[in-house]
């Protein structure tokens, strides 16, 4: 018999670096789960991915006991990684911030491909590049396709 899900619970945090203090703690411990024992299982299976903002999504079950899944890093993320920039310009259509090439956005699209709805690296690129323009940076050069 399976066991009954009783909900999800949708995070961020950083690899390796679970803690109890909110947001974790408040958010688990509302549901009965063991917040100490998930910090210790995330932060063993994110130590490969130190400090990146990873989402997570936690399944929790009627009997107090839970399963999650670690995504891959934000889009937002990856782009101010590459780009070299603190965060997102104030004024993304007046002010650019920074210029990622199509071959860096080709390699963010492959590396969230699993995460994201698309069936094409094409489509996922064009969503990159969205999120890119919606953030101040522009994409040099023409689309490849």
């Known amino acids: 018999m399976a066991k009954e899900v009783a909900g999800l619970i949708k995070l961020q945090i950083k690899g390796g670096a679970a803690n109890p203090s909110p947001p974790v703690g408040p958010a688990l411990g509302s549901k009965g789960i063991n917040i100490m024992d998930f ?17 997570v999504v936690i399944t929790y079950y009627t009997d107090k006991s839970y399963d999650f899944i ?7 993320v990856q782009l101010m990684e590459v780009a070299k920039v603190k965060g997102g310009s ?3 259509n007046r002010k650019k911030i920074a210029e990622i090439t ?4 080709r390699t963010i699209a492959q590396d969230k ?9 094409e489509a996922a ?7 890119a323009r919606s953030m101040g940076i522009t994409v040099k050069g023409d689309f490849p396709g």
């Open 39 to 55: 910090c210790k299982a995330f932060n063993a299976r994110t130590q490969d991915k130190a400090g990146k903002v990873l989402p």
């Open 70 to 76: 670690v995504k891959t890093p934000p889009v937002a």
């Open 90 to 92: 104030a004024e993304p």
């Open 102 to 105: 199509w071959e860096q956005v």
């Open 113 to 121: 491909m699993p995460d994201l709805n698309c069936f094409t690296i």
């Open 125 to 131: 690129m064009k969503l990159v590049a969205g999120t």
